[in-house]
């Protein structure tokens, strides 16, 4: 008797959600003036045709709708063994470098390298007048279908738009192994595509259901990203059944940061470069606040993933570039033994031949240096003046990640004074 209750019970409970879901649905739908039928689901294609529409509509739990939509596509089982790795960054980190740790794992790993900018170049070039908290949903949400090597959703952002799940245009292909190795790598087809240099290979056009196929049939998968914030907002991730995620966070001094975003987004800091040259710096200047900006969002996402809430506990790992700089093997081997991911052979041999070259190439997006020679070069490229900035604005952070305030010019230029503190983050 008490089994047959509980069967009720539960059925009762499903119907409530599904209609629950089915409500939603029809809200969204009717506000956009969207008709759904079988033929024409209500898709993100559709959303981002309305996109300031849904901005406008606080009755309308956006991140409900978003789990409502994903529990109507999504039936797979939890994830058994695979690992999802997502690898949480800013610009000039050494992201590109930590990322293909885990891209040269072998056979077994699927690697993307910033997916995400297709989202965001959509939604704040296109539609500046995109929400914040609704772009930070959305990210989630492509993640999570990538993530479970759905790229339907991605596609929807990518221009020009795929034609038969076929695109040219997908961000650094090249960065990804899985992308460039067969089946992905589909036959070179015609001239047009012959900027598709992968590995040494010519790929024809990227064939995204392969890509999905290719991405099934790996056990790991792991994404780099730098358009996501905030850890807190990933919890959804963290509690789907589906997925076994793993979150490491890479930062790195933001006075290295500065240094190496001036060198290569030159156009973009002129500002810096003009006070560098001379004046004074204004700390009210719109440059120096989203610097702020910058700094806290690491800080407050940093304490979020060191306090290990019950949702992330085991499931972040805080990570400085400079010791991985110093100690790349070993930084490797730890932040495998953290995912839970086998360290290979593969890994060894990428890290060993290229964190000692001499005479790196591909410029300032390379991920062939001596890494060891990169952690303090920016202590004798930049003024005081500019170091005295970062460090008002940016102190916070400086203290959290254990890095050392320059008193004077001639602090910051002695060899033999650190400005890293030695810091186990647990």
């Known amino acids: 008797m008490k089994i047959k209750y509980t069967i009720s019970f539960v059925f009762i409970i499903a119907v409530v959600i599904i209609e629950k879901e089915s409500n939603i649905l029809s809200k969204v739908s009717d506000k956009l003036s969207l008709k759904q039928t079988p033929q024409t689901p209500l898709s993100w294609f559709h959303l981002r ?20 939509k994903w529990h109507s596509k999504n039936t797979t089982e939890p994830s058994a063994g695979g690992k999802h790795i997502l690898l949480l960054a800013m610009t000039r980190t050494g992201s590109s470098f930590v990322g293909q740790f885990f891209n040269q794992h072998g056979d077994n790993m699927f690697y993307l390298y910033e997916p995400l900018w297709h989202v965001e170049r959509m939604l704040t070039v296109e539609n500046k007048g995109t929400n914040a908290s609704v772009l930070t949903q959305i990210y989630r949400d492509v993640l999570r279908q990538l993530f479970l090597c759905d790229f339907s959703m991605l596609e929807d952002f990518i221009q020009p738009p795929p034609k038969n799940h076929l695109t040219v245009s997908l961000f650094r292909r090249e960065s990804s192994q899985s992308l ?11 001239k047009v595509y012959e900027r598709y240099h992968c590995r040494n290979r010519h790929c024809g056009p990227l064939n995204l259901t392969l890509a999905s196929q290719s991405c099934l049939g790996k056990e790991h998968h792991a994404v780099k990203s730098v358009r996501i914030r905030q850890v807190e907002t990933l919890r959804p991730l963290a509690e789907d059944p589906r997925l076994d995620m793993k979150f490491i966070q890479l930062v790195r001094d933001p006075r290295a940061m500065l240094a190496s975003r001036m060198v290569a987004f030159a156009s973009k800091y002129e500002h810096w470069k003009q006070w560098e040259r001379a004046g004074d710096i204004p700390e009210d200047d719109d440059e120096v606040r989203k610097l702020r900006g910058n700094c806290e969002n690491i800080r407050m996402s940093a304490e979020a993933g060191l306090r290990q809430p019950h949702w992330l506990r085991g499931r972040y790992m805080l990570v400085r570039y400079e010791d991985i700089a110093m100690f790349p093997m070993r930084k490797a081997v730890e932040m495998y033994r953290f995912t839970g991911v086998p360290f290979t052979s593969k890994v060894k041999d990428w890290i060993l031949q290229n964190t000692q070259a001499s005479n790196p190439s591909g410029g300032v997006y390379s991920t062939q240096k001596d890494s060891s020679q990169q952690v303090e070069k920016w202590r004798f490229n930049m003024p005081f003046k500019l170091v005295q900035m970062v460090q008002r604005v940016c102190g916070p952070a400086m203290n959290l990640f254990g890095y050392t305030f320059a008193e004077n010019e001639e602090m910051l230029t002695n060899k033999l004074i650190s400005l890293i503190e030695g810091r186990t983050f647990l």
């Open 180 to 190: 460039c190795d067969d089946p992905v790598c589909t036959p070179f087809v015609r």
């Open 49 to 68: 045709q309305n996109v300031s529409s849904v901005q406008i509509l606080p009755e309308i739990d956006f991140s409900t709708y978003l789990e409502a």
